[in-house]
């Protein structure tokens, strides 16, 4: 019957539509996690690459004298 057949289909479609919303929820979630870290590592990439020019700047200086 075509009743059933278009019920089926919306069924079918409402399924997949909740499954699209959960999985971006749960994507959405990942990429603000991954955000996060990837800005704690900066942070801790910036500061080994200052703490690593302040170190060759001594040592060149130590060198010179």
Do not use: A, G
Request: aromatic fraction near 8%; proline fraction near 0%; glycine fraction near 0%.
């Amino acid at each position: 019957c075509l009743r059933d057949r278009d019920v089926f289909l919306q069924v079918k479609i409402s399924s997949e539509i909740y499954e699209v919303e959960d999985t971006n929820e749960f994507l959405t979630e990942q990429l603000s996690t991954t955000q996060i870290k990837f800005n704690t590592l900066k942070d801790k990439f910036r500061k080994n690459r200052d703490n690593l020019r302040k170190k060759s700047l001594t040592l060149e200086t130590l060198q010179t004298t």
